[in-house]
């Protein structure tokens, strides 16, 4: 019986890895259409910001566009580390270094996604005043950021520990 438990673990294994790397690639494509969609928002502020010859708007806009460019190559390194990730625990990998190490990129991913938009929203403010509305979603968007890079950095110890558990299980037997 435990033979067959085993089995039919690992047969669940595989489907939810799967879905979940197809979740990975759905959440690129729509990240990379949503960064797009405010870029394109940005561009039309720029292009008015300089018609009009407000240089604090410029500015404004090119940190906007250096946060987005920013946390987008972090995140898509995310998703890239995660869909690797994923395809190693099909293969019944689960507690490796290399595991260990990808949880802790995505979990660095996370906090400098953190960081920068927390400076950007101060440049942002500072350069722009008044912006209460935005500055209240980019607050919540580097809070959940945060929260994402903790839980990761969480994930990565486990795997570690796991590991060298696993190592000293295989040195006793």
């Known amino acids: 019986p435990e033979v067959r438990n085993m089995k039919t673990e690992k047969d669940n294994v595989i489907p939810v890895c799967s879905a979940l790397q197809a979740v990975t690639v759905a959440a690129g494509v729509l990240g990379t259409l949503f960064a797009v969609s405010v870029g394109m928002f940005g561009g039309m502020w720029l292009s008015l910001a300089l018609g009009d010859h407000a240089m604090l708007v ?9 946060t987005l460019l920013s946390v987008s190559t972090l995140c898509i390194v995310a998703l890239v580390t995660f869909f690797g990730l994923c395809g190693r625990l099909k293969t019944d990998t689960a507690f490796t270094e290399q595991n260990g190490r990808a949880m802790a990129r995505i979990a660095r991913c996370f906090a400098v996604s953190t960081a920068v938009i927390a400076a950007g929203v101060v440049l942002i403010r500072l350069l722009l005043g008044e912006t209460l509305l935005p500055m209240i979603y980019l607050a919540l968007l580097a809070f959940l950021f945060a929260f994402i ?25």
């Open 58 to 66: 410029v500015w404004a806009c090119v940190v906007g566009f250096a």
């Open 149 to 173: 890079a903790l839980m990761a950095h969480a994930l990565a110890l486990l795997i570690r520990r796991a590991q060298a558990l696993q190592q000293e299980s295989d040195l006793t037997v």
